[in-house]
């Protein structure tokens, strides 16, 4: 690997986005990929295809902006300020493609809240302040800059349907099992004050399963975008990785799927 990431170790925090996979939002636009051209033409297939424009092979996907490893852009809970709608401010007229790259990658804080208590189904565990501030007391106190990251370890229950329910539907639609960490209010402004513009989670969703607006708006109406639907942070370090995410560059979008990694420097 070239310098400046030499002697470093690339580790993909990305889902896989497959039809089988519950990698959109329950209730929202499904995720579909359907062959568009093939090398030939096949009309008698369970699923027919065709050859309409030459021998090569290319699909078509229907995708909703917040599919798989994806983060939001402030517009996609903060309406725009000339609106007169709740929660309208400046923020709301920060598209996807008004967020600078250099936000979506910085030095990696990566915060384990995969020990907190069992709550009812149908919520989530809140993350305290505490969790934060104790983490400081052993790493270092946050800084702009830095990208915290919270590591529940939730990616695993992201499989093939139907197991693969247990990532959200079981959650949010049929609330028969408890949900993801996630961090309150107070958090957040607590990551705002430290100067922390971008937040991660390895969960669907940075906002809790009983209650997810709020966090949302405080997060993205300060200044910070938050990449959702990660996956493998229990392979970073709680400092020392790098991160990045490189978002599809969408035009006025209020979310943009896409890749994340990290280099890892091992000592």
Known sequence: MNAPFAGSRLVDLSLVVAEDRPCWWPAHVPYQQKTFNYFESRPRDVQPVLSRAGAYHTRVLSIDEHTGTHFDAPTHFIPPPDS?????????????????????????????VSGLPAVEPGTSPVIAP??????????????????????????????????????????????????????????????LERGVRCVGTDGPTMGPAHDGVPVHVHGLAGGAVFVEGLARLSELPPRGAWFCF??????????????????VRDE
């Not at 309208?88 to 915060?111: R, S």
């Not at 693969?164 to 402004?189: C, F, I, K, N």
């Not at 006025?252 to 990290?262: E, N, W, Y």
């Open 246 to 263: 490189a978002p599809v560059k969408l035009g006025h979008g209020t979310g943009a799927p896409g890749r994340a990694f990290a280099f």
């Open 84 to 112: 007169e709608l709740p929660n309208a401010g400046p923020m709301g007229d920060v598209w996807v493609d008004d967020v600078p790259l250099d936000q979506l990658m910085g030095p990696a804080a990566v915060i384990d």
């Open 130 to 191: 505490s969790v934060v501030r104790d983490w400081e007391a052993q790493q270092g106190e946050l800084a702009a800059g830095d990208v915290v990251l919270f590591s529940s370890g939730w990616d695993e229950r992201y499989k093939p349907m139907p197991e693969g329910g247990a990532y959200a539907e079981d959650v949010l639609v049929h609330r028969t099992s408890s949900g993801w960490p996630a961090p309150g209010v107070e958090v957040m402004q607590l990551l």
